[in-house]
């Protein structure tokens, strides 16, 4: 779905629906952008690079999805799961990255995978998921399913930011008395229709 589905949809105007808390949540995503604290900077190159490709964005100011995913990593939150034969998040996050890099030296002879273009990037992010990888680094860890959680926490960054939400049309938090209608496929009187 294209940012263009609902071109005159913004969910802050819908800003009168929350209560106070939910209100300064949702501007704090907007204004206040972690700084680095986790990755180093090349690091941080490389899975910007790769959050491009994994979640494309059609905007000309991209949802800051890498400093989040840094940010989360810093504070060693985690999501409660830790499976046995798979590393703790944030050594899995610097074993993807570094993964990345060494694939990009492999395949393209390039020092890093930010340096690569976007076709390049498809080809080195799809060897990962699918446990192709040349990058002895990858080896280590059960690619599909590290893969998907790579993913999986990517898109929840990316689908918290009220810029996707105006994306898929959804009217953001509210009280539940605000969703009347919670039926499958019925809108509730605010939502956007959908265009094209």
């Not at 990345?100 to 340096?115: I, M, P, S, V």
Request: with cysteine; glycine share 6%; net charge negative.
């Amino acid at each position: 779905m294209s940012a263009e589905s609902y071109p005159d949809y913004n969910v802050l105007d819908r800003m009168e629906f929350w209560d106070d808390h939910t209100r300064q949540i949702v501007e704090s995503r907007l204004s206040s952008v972690p700084q680095p604290a986790f990755f180093t900077k090349e690091e941080a190159a490389t899975l910007r690079a790769a959050v491009l490709r994994l979640l494309p964005q059609q905007r000309e100011t991209p949802i800051p999805v890498m400093p989040f995913i840094d940010e989360k990593l810093a504070k060693n939150r985690t999501d409660g799961t830790q499976y046995v034969d798979m590393p703790p998040m944030q050594e899995l996050w610097r074993m993807f990255i570094r993964s990345l890099d060494e694939e990009a030296a492999h395949t393209y002879n390039k020092q890093n995978f930010a340096g690569l273009d976007g076709e390049a990037q498809d080809t080195v992010l799809r060897a990962l998921e699918k446990g192709e990888s040349r990058s002895s680094t990858w080896g280590r860890v059960p690619a599909k399913r590290s893969f998907q959680q790579i993913i999986s926490i990517a898109a929840m960054f990316y689908y918290a930011h009220p810029e996707a939400w105006n994306e898929v049309g959804w009217g953001g938090p509210k009280h539940p008395e605000r969703y009347v209608r919670i039926e499958c496929g019925r809108k509730d009187p605010e939502e956007p229709g959908r265009v094209g």
